[in-house]
């Protein structure tokens, strides 16, 4: 927290957003102002609601703080891969900021939900978020009035995810950064106008693509999907893209050099399930050769985001807010990017500086915050505080209903 300190010119939001985060960390089963508040010992939620909604600092100030974090203490100048990827969370309603009906991963279909573009940096020592960006659709940038009611500015236009991923990235290069590979899915791997911006920015990639996709070869273009039945069966090898919950993650691989007119190396990277035969395939491209095990890292790689996304909600209330405008939304992912970073920073120093023993499986995010909790933030709170915090919300909830009914009352005269 000393850290970000200095973002706040108050002590009081000073100090409430270090309940907050540590509430963020907390074992409670859900986490959002109500909770954290009466977790944290205040009287009502309305100091943390005001922490998000009024109060006055900096959230795009505190994201980068949180990006200085990670990258000193994660910081892989060999290995360090930018990986970006987006998550959605299922809303109801339509005034939550960015809500759409629109396809969401976290759901596995179309529903009505919010989507988000992060940016994670990740190393050997670790992995962690750097950055986010909120997918706000046409029809929100199409309607001035709603942008408007959602905290959004006058100069809101509407960019695709791609474009999202690609601020961010040189938002970070612009701080003075530097990593030699990116990778995301086939919605990055897809877009030649981010390709052509990590090329220009001297950083290779490993980007997934759609069989589909038409590539250039000595031979005339050609969908992806149509040299790989030509690759012969000497040219396939057995290599880990990195290691899972269940070991390392096996595949079959194989490259195919493209042509194309920008400077650097191009080719198409192949992944063969062992099992079931299915493929996939990557558009990658190097500024000096590199090897098919690089290559295989990078991709790999791109898992991280899925490890970080599961560790941010499942540890840091990432998706578990309840707020409606653009200003609410980013002071609270960026505290909640902040909470996970301390994770992973603790994870990497234990590892580094306390080997583990033959007989235990190294610390993961999940024990650190449980020993966390145990040992540091679990407050232990007297049934008075308890029994008021059930008067607060009963009467809260007696006044939503009188309310409600009202408004139920007058539609129908």
């Known amino acids: 927290m000393d850290r970000i300190a200095g973002r706040f010119s108050r002590v009081e939001p000073r100090l409430r957003t270090a309940r907050l985060v540590l509430g963020l960390l907390s074992d409670l089963p859900r986490k959002n102002c109500w909770t954290i508040a009466e977790w944290a010992g205040e009287a009502s939620p309305h100091g943390m609601q005001h922490l998000l909604c009024r109060a006055v600092w900096d ?3 505190v994201r980068d703080d949180v990006r200085e974090y990670v990258v ?11 990986v970006v990827d987006e998550t959605g969370d299922v809303k109801k309603g339509t005034d939550t900021v960015g809500v759409q009906r629109q396809y969401t991963g976290t759901a596995g279909r179309i529903e009505n939900s ?4 992060y940016l994670v940096y990740a190393g050997e020592r670790g992995h962690a978020a750097v950055d986010r960006e909120l997918y706000i659709p046409r029809s929100w940038t199409s309607d001035p009035d709603r942008c408007r009611a959602a905290g959004l500015g006058e100069d809101t236009v509407f960019a695709t995810k791609p474009e999202l991923a690609r601020t961010m990235i040189e938002r970070f290069l612009d701080a003075g ?5 990116a990778t995301g899915d086939e919605v990055y791997g897809g877009n030649p106008k981010l390709r052509t911006a990590l090329e220009e920015h001297g950083i290779g990639y490993v980007l997934a693509v759609a069989c589909s996709a ?9 969908r992806a999907d149509a040299p790989a039945k030509k690759v012969p069966k000497r040219a396939w090898q057995k290599l880990s893209a990195g290691r899972g919950a269940k070991g390392q993650r096996f595949y079959d691989w194989a490259v195919i050099d493209l042509t194309e007119t920008a400077p650097g190396r191009h080719q198409l990277l192949i992944r063969r399930n062992r099992t079931t035969g299915e493929l996939a395939y990557y558009r990658c491209h190097s500024t000096t050769p590199a090897s098919l095990a690089t290559l295989v890292k990078v991709a790999g790689s791109r898992w991280r985001v899925e490890e970080t996304f599961q560790t941010e909600k499942g540890l840091a209330g990432l998706d578990e807010h309840q707020v409606r405008r653009y200003p609410s939304w980013a002071r609270w992912v960026t505290l909640a990017m902040l909470a996970h970073a301390f994770l992973a920073v603790v994870r990497a120093d234990e590892h580094t500086h306390r080997p583990t023993p033959d007989d235990l499986i190294p610390l993961s995010c999940n024990e650190i915050c449980r020993l966390f909790i145990t040992l540091v933030v679990r407050p232990v709170r007297d049934a008075a505080h308890r029994l008021a915090w059930s008067d607060w919300r009963r009467r809260h909830q007696a006044r939503s209903r009188t309310s409600h009914y009202r408004r139920q009352a007058a539609s129908q005269t």
Request: aromatic share 6%; glycine share 6%; hydrophobic share 50%.
């Open 59 to 61: 959230a795009d100030a």
């Open 72 to 82: 000193e203490h994660l910081h892989d100048e060999a290995a360090a891969v930018l």
């Open 114 to 117: 919010q989507v988000a573009v």
């Open 177 to 181: 950064h530097h990593v030699g590979w």
């Open 214 to 222: 038409e590539l250039p070869t000595s031979a005339g273009k050609f």
